[in-house]
């Protein structure tokens, strides 16, 4: 990465210049290691500078879209007799544009990849979850192939890990998603890891393994204290498989595309639909 390169050259530079002027052994020293950190964090400060206007544009673009789906939400529900399949299709081209936007906005952070090799997994990790929202599944598994050592996409968020977790039960690889669970969910305190054990759980669930589904759900009650994960031990402990259900983790759980949300409701209106007072 150049900043580490340039870094690199002014500490060489400055011991190179300390050892013609016959300064001391320890001055040398301390000289190059002011050089590279001070150097390091210079540009490190004036990359990011620049670089968090790209991203301040990538999360007003999601902002402005996200609220203005939540506009439509709740006029539909303000509005009696109102299509339900109409609005949902409506959310989901919005969420589409949305997610495309947000595809074409991490391009203006590519100058930046050059800087820093974080920025490089920063931007994998947001095309990961930009791709796996637009259902190009496809694209998800070639940047998961990535993944490695300082390479790939970041795996700091739930969200991340879950998605993992959920490409490699959909390719079957029960034993894949097993390891990215116990290797992430160490790293999630409480609530935070309720995504991952939900979908452990439901996993373990789906492939006729109740008695491992339990296990994780008696770690995520403590661990987290969700309800959802208290009722769906309960169920089975008691037989009671078919009841097992995330809803209760909400939209995070919907947005891994593994079970389908319910249907947007609309308010109740006393009367004929016409008049809130019924005439």
């Not at 506009?71 to 081209?93: A, D, H």
């Not at 990215?180 to 409480?190: D, E, L, P, S, T």
């Not at 669930?205 to 339990?214: I, N, Q, S, T, Y």
């Amino acid at each position: 990465m150049l900043s580490l390169l340039i870094s690199a050259l002014v500490a060489i530079a400055l011991a190179s210049a300390s050892n013609a002027l016959q300064y001391r052994t320890g001055t040398t020293v301390f000289f190059s290691i002011a050089g590279f950190a001070g150097t390091f964090f210079l540009i490190g400060f004036l990359v990011r500078k620049r670089m968090s206007k790209a991203q301040a544009a990538l999360q007003e673009s999601m902002e402005t879209a996200q609220r203005r789906m939540q506009r439509k939400v709740q006029q539909f529900q303000n509005k009696p007799g109102g299509n339900v399949k109409q609005i949902q299709r409506q959310l989901e081209m919005d969420q589409q544009a949305m997610f495309k936007q947000g595809l074409e906005l991490t391009k203006g952070l590519e100058p930046f990849r050059k800087w820093s090799l974080l920025t490089g997994r920063q931007i994998a990790t947001m095309r990961l979850q930009f791709h796996y929202q637009l259902k190009e599944f496809d694209k998800v598994d070639e940047i998961l192939a990535t993944c490695g050592f300082l390479r790939g996409p970041l795996m700091m968020e739930p969200m991340s890990v879950a998605m993992r977790m959920a490409r490699c039960y959909k390719k079957n690889d029960l034993e894949g998603a097993k390891k990215v669970f116990k290797r992430h969910i160490m790293w999630f305190r409480g609530d935070r890891g309720a995504l991952l054990y939900g979908l452990m759980s439901w996993i373990y669930v789906k492939v006729g393994e109740p008695d491992e589904a339990r296990r994780v759900l008696l770690k995520a009650k403590e661990s987290t204290g969700v309800d959802t994960f208290a009722r769906n031990w309960e169920h089975l402990s008691n037989d009671r498989v078919k009841s097992f259900s995330n809803a209760g983790l909400g939209d995070e759980w919907y947005s891994l595309y593994l079970e389908n949300p319910p249907p947007v409701k609309q308010q109740r209106v006393r009367g004929n639909g016409r008049n809130p007072r019924g005439f």
